[in-house]
């Protein structure tokens, strides 16, 4: 390499640097804000940095959480993000298996309804998707009903309002499989069930973290959905939670929100950077779906 | 083969398309019916022909948050592609930490649009105070700035890895060739490198005018669609005619908002799509 390539590449490292450091000033911000008392923390002195007076120490921290119930908000939001995504996987992938292998007019009619469900904002079926939620019941018979305005089986409505996603992108890799593989295990004596979780299923590895990724993203960090259909008294995930410190009548509690912001950043802050390879890898295979 | 695989239908495809017909395809019909009809719930509904879609019209909202939406998708459509395709140049050269800008750069990518949004509400209301400028739910220009400067650090890390991967798949030996032929880096790019990343380019604009135009979350936390609506896009204004205002009309009304809402990002997806396949370079 030649010099004045290697000092303009040296420029650029320190340029770049320095945007990163402002990239994340408003993370360092809500955290030096988190650590200030109620009072210190208005529009005008945000940008001040906690001194000895105004330092709280992590007194926003256990109010945000003892409060409003932090870690039972976390375990809800865990559970319907790890379910909803362990059902899309496992359901969609073996979907869109079926309607890779047959073909037939149906099959390809669920594939274009598929992707036509990407496309669709969810204010369109906001208000008829939540009341059918709601008012869905299955008895069975009479011992328990089975609803679907709870946590526990939010992953059927996730199931059905994320199958666009991931479905075209399972077709997607599935059409690149070559049949012959199939075929040979179809002929040693396996039946489709044995053949697709012991021959297709391990191909998929690679796609299902794409998919499991940008649906988790999606699913972790989703409002308007959980919102609507669960019961906001009992449950809330935690976007639903920080929505609650800004408190009735317009008060809202800075302190505090700004520890639960941070709360809600940090986990999401260490998956990433212990998955950071295949979460970069996710999001590059999953924009094929353009 | 096909017809062994037929047999086990339930299996395969059962759980999907149950959860499919139940949470898209019954939410969707009932959705587009109910366009046609006054009702406060989905039960009390009753046919009354297109009267909802004339009265979205007259709605000054609406077309308010139409225009102010169609804005919006311009500009930040226009910031986070420069802004993804700038950093993703600057990083696919051989500088030192690369990976530790990366990382940065993506991280907004995770955090829910909720949080966002008061982070920058926060942000740049002390910012403003700071300015002595009218605060942001005071100010629907200093809300749609505000939500430009947002969404675009929120996506430019997303762009930025889907242009390095593009300029990744650029073969060498095309770069080499036009440096050796005298080509400036100004030229190797627009020349060679530029047309190489249409593809790329396509899934972009594909992503950010979709998310631009599908945006809520972001919306409702940093403005509330404040100053008296001024700073809505069109999602938060369905949301709000929805849930936001009271009297038997105004469901239907907001229903009939969704369906031509979805007929905009539907339309807006295939033009866009075949206008941009068709400049792809072929390899």
């Known amino acids: 390499m030649s010099k004045s390539k290697a000092r303009s590449n040296l420029i650029w490292s320190i340029v770049m640097t320095i945007v990163c450091v402002i990239y994340m000033y408003p993370i360092f911000m809500v955290l030096m804000n988190s650590l200030k008392v109620e009072s210190a923390i208005s529009t005008s002195t945000a940008f001040q940095l906690p001194n000895s007076e105004t330092f709280a120490g992590l007194d926003n921290y256990v109010n945000a959480i003892t409060s409003r119930g932090f870690f039972a908000s976390f375990g809800y939001t865990l559970f319907i993000t790890v379910s909803s995504v362990a059902a899309i996987l496992l359901f969609c992938s073996m979907f869109a298996w079926y309607i890779t292998r047959v073909r037939s007019w149906v099959t390809k009619a669920l594939y274009l309804l598929c992707a036509f469900s990407m496309v669709v904002p969810f204010q369109m079926v906001m208000f008829t998707l939540s009341s059918l939620a709601d008012s869905m019941r299955i008895n069975f018979f009479g011992l328990y009903t089975l609803r679907f305005n709870t946590p526990w089986m939010l992953w059927f409505v996730y199931l059905g309002f994320g199958a666009g996603l991931a479905v075209f992108m399972f077709c997607g890799f599935m059409r690149s499989v070559p049949l012959e593989i199939e075929e040979a295990s179809m002929i040693d004596g396996c039946n489709p069930l044995q053949t697709y979780f012991k021959v297709v299923f391990p191909l998929l590895k690679p796609t299902m973290v794409s998919v499991g990724i940008l649906e988790a993203m999606w699913i972790w960090n989703d409002y308007l959905l959980p919102t609507l259909i669960l019961d906001i008294d009992k449950y809330k995930t935690i976007s639903m939670l920080i929505q609650y410190f800004r408190g009735s009548y317009g008060r809202v509690e800075m302190g505090p929100m700004m520890a639960c912001i941070m709360l809600a950043i940090f986990p999401i802050v260490i998956v990433y950077l212990a998955g950071q390879k295949h979460i970069i890898k996710g999001v590059v295979s999953g924009a094929v779906k353009g | 083969m096909e017809k062994a695989i037929r047999k086990y239908w339930p299996i395969f495809v059962l759980p999907t398309l149950l959860a499919f017909i139940f949470g898209f395809i019954i939410p969707f019909v009932e959705g587009v019916y109910l366009a046609f009809c006054q009702f406060t719930t989905v039960k009390d509904a009753t046919f009354i022909g297109l009267s909802n879609f004339t009265k979205v019209f007259a709605d000054s909202t609406f077309t308010h948050a139409f225009w102010y939406n169609c804005a919006f998708v311009v500009v930040s459509t226009l910031v986070i592609n420069a802004g993804g395709l700038a950093v993703a140049l600057i990083l696919t050269k051989a500088i030192r930490g690369t990976n530790a800008f990366r990382t940065v750069f993506f991280m907004p990518n995770l955090i829910g649009g909720i949080v966002l949004g008061y982070i920058w509400q926060i942000l740049l209301n002390c910012a403003l105070s700071l300015l002595e400028k009218p605060l942001l739910r005071l100010d629907a220009t200093a809300g749609f700035w505000g939500l430009v400067i947002l969404m675009a650090w929120q996506q430019i890390g997303y762009m930025m890895i889907i242009y390095i991967a593009g300029l990744q798949s650029i073969p060498d030996t095309l770069t080499e060739a036009a440096e050796i032929d005298g080509a400036t880096p100004w030229q190797t790019f627009w020349k060679v490198k530029f047309p190489m990343l249409m593809p ?61 809402f979805c007929l905009i990002v539907v339309a807006i997806s295939l033009i866009q799509l075949r206008s941009t396949r068709r400049k792809e370079v072929q390899q």
């Not at chain 2, 938060?236 to 038997?248: A, E, K, M, V």
Request: charged share 10%; proline share 3%.
């Open chain 2, 200 to 260: 790329s380019l396509t899934i972009c604009l594909f992503l950010t005018i979709t998310n631009s135009f599908k945006l809520f979350d972001q919306n409702m936390a940093l403005t509330g669609g404040e100053p008296n609506h001024a700073s809505e896009l069109l999602a938060y204004n369905i949301y709000y005619t929805f849930y936001g205002r009271s009297g038997p009309q105004w469901r239907g009304i907001g229903q009939a908002k969704a369906v031509i």
